[in-house]
């Protein structure tokens, strides 16, 4: 993958640093402005991340341990977690039972965030679809991957139903059938690029963000349970609104692979939904209760992105709907 | 494999099923089990069934 151009002083001194020199990256001071929908700050955290991934062409490997990058990449996490955190606290939770996937299914049923799939279902022309994928395209091309670094994590009945929710969404044995896969293809059947990373440099500060507040998790020992709670969350909204982009996608007249990659969904995460509430997190809280807390802000953390992006996505489409019109 | 079939009823939702190579509707026609665990409809409203779509969210707690 090549490296993104670069949107600000925080990104210019990452790139700079990864492609300029092979010393260690200097110090750079980051502003008292919010992280969370910083286009910069955030592409700076997406390019840190992926080095634990895929890594770049023109970057040597062992830039994934430079200290001063990972120095950078605390303080930007630490932001970030601080602005999630200020943000879901208020998300009423806790019905008081101490029993984690009720609670999650509580704080799902409030989820009122804007009606993207119902928007595609019934009202968007193909071009908004085609916009849609692309912007996804950030986090769909790791489908999963952020998720399998909690796995040698946490342990016991928790780690047996993450690892059969893995080899699911891995394809089972089929690589054909690896949902990364089936993104690609849709992409690729709506007239998109497939490459990964290839539309780092087009989607919005929004789209990273949804995309590194699952490294945020996955890459952090100490956020297991916001890791898993995400997981639930996102496993949990995703089945009926695939249902709807499917039929959207049909609507429009794009290819079947593009709608296959939803129905996929429709099936694979009505299974996941009860697997991450109920075996994953319910089986890791009742292991470690001191987790439980956590486990609702991944899973609150899940639904306030969505929320943003989901407005973000519909704000912009309405505006081009009334220019057509 | 032991050949040990688990079912978990999911409360509201579907069923959720281990270890199952086939499952056989109610026309008898055999649907092949292709995912390590499924979720087989409970609400009877699935428009994939044998399998749960997740249809039962639409429906009322006390119709399921």
């Known amino acids: 993958m090549q490296l993104p151009r670069e949107r600000g002083p925080i990104s210019r001194h990452v790139i700079g640093s990864l492609v300029r020199t092979q010393d260690e990256a200097g110090p750079i001071a980051i502003g008292a402005a919010e992280v969370l929908d910083d286009g910069d700050a955030q592409l700076a955290l997406w390019i840190l991340y992926e080095l634990h991934y895929r890594g770049f062409d023109e970057v040597a490997e062992d830039r994934e341990w430079d200290l001063g990058l990972l120095r950078l990449r605390k303080t930007l996490e630490r932001r970030f977690e601080h602005e999630l955190r200020r943000a879901v606290g208020s998300v009423p939770v806790a019905s008081g039972t101490g029993d984690v996937s009720a609670q999650l299914l509580e704080l799902i049923a409030a989820d009122d965030s804007p009606p993207v799939a119902a928007f595609l279902h019934r009202t968007a022309s193909r071009e908004h679809i085609v916009d849609f994928l692309r912007e996804r395209s950030v986090q769909q091309l790791k489908e999963s991957d952020p998720q399998s670094f909690v796995l040698p994590r946490i342990g016991g009945a928790a780690k047996a139903a993450l690892a059969e929710l893995q080899y699911d969404e891995y394809g089972g044995g089929r690589p054909e059938r690896l949902h990364s896969t089936l993104f690609a293809d849709a992409l690729r059947a709506a007239g998109l690029d497939d490459s990964y990373g290839a539309y780092t440099d087009d989607v919005s500060a929004l789209s990273l963000a949804n995309a590194n507040a699952m490294s945020l998790f996955g890459l952090q020992r100490r956020l297991r349970g916001a890791a898993m709670g995400h997981l639930a969350a996102f496993e949990a909204t995703s089945s009926v609104p695939a249902r709807k982009i499917a039929a959207g996608i049909e609507r429009v007249g794009l290819p079947d692979a593009v709608a296959a990659y939803f129905h996929e969904h429709v099936e694979a995460d009505a299974v996941h939904e009860q697997v991450a509430l109920h075996d994953i997190c319910g089986r890791l809280v009742e292991e470690d209760p001191t987790l439980g807390a956590d486990v609702l802000f991944g899973a609150a953390t899940c639904l306030h992105l969505a929320a943003l992006s989901g407005a973000e996505l519909l704000e912009r489409w309405s505006g081009e709907l009334e220019v057509a019109s | ?64």
């Open chain 2, 1 to 64: 494999m032991t050949g040990e079939v688990s079912v978990r009823v999911c409360p509201g939702g579907p069923l959720l099923v281990r270890g199952a190579e086939v499952v056989v509707d109610d026309a008898g026609e055999r649907h092949p089990v292709t995912r390590p665990v499924v979720a087989v409809c409970a609400c009877g409203m699935s428009g994939r069934k044998p399998w749960c779509d997740s249809t039962h969210k639409a429906v009322p707690a006390q119709a399921r």
